[in-house]
């Protein structure tokens, strides 16, 4: 649970500051930039402007959905990893009475191949 609390909050974390520092800046950069283009050298430039970046927008965010698939299944990997792990942790009087190390071991080491092979 603590984990998931951690990602969302560097994720608020992140988007704000995205957005206060790179997309709004940005935003404003690009009108002023082609409002000087539509003004000197004509609106076609002004447009052939907007449209790069909009084909490159365009991209980013296909290619950003794209990939937050396999974050996703990363993440989803991790907390089964973690959760076992402080599984392991808690019980681990336990464990080491009934001798049960090893099992755990073979039992963890599915997800932990998991995890590695996502990264």
């Not at 002023?32 to 076609?44: D, E, H």
């Not at 009475?97 to 996502?118: A, C, D, E, Q």
Request: proline share 2%; net charge positive; with cysteine.
């Amino acid at each position: 649970m603590s984990r998931a609390v951690d990602r969302g909050t560097r994720g608020i974390n992140f988007v704000l500051s995205a957005l206060v520092f790179n997309v709004f800046p940005t935003i404003f950069e690009v009108s002023l930039v082609s409002g000087i283009l539509a003004y000197r050298c004509g609106s076609s430039f002004a447009f052939l402007t907007l449209g790069s970046i909009a084909v490159y927008a365009a991209f980013t965010f296909t290619v950003t959905r794209w990939r937050t698939r396999f974050r996703v299944e990363m993440n989803k990997a991790d907390n089964i990893s973690g959760s076992k792990a402080v599984d392991s942790l808690i019980n681990y009087e336990t464990v080491k009475v009934y001798s049960g190390t090893r099992k755990r071991l073979v039992w963890r080491k599915p997800y932990i191949f998991l995890h590695m092979n996502i990264n």
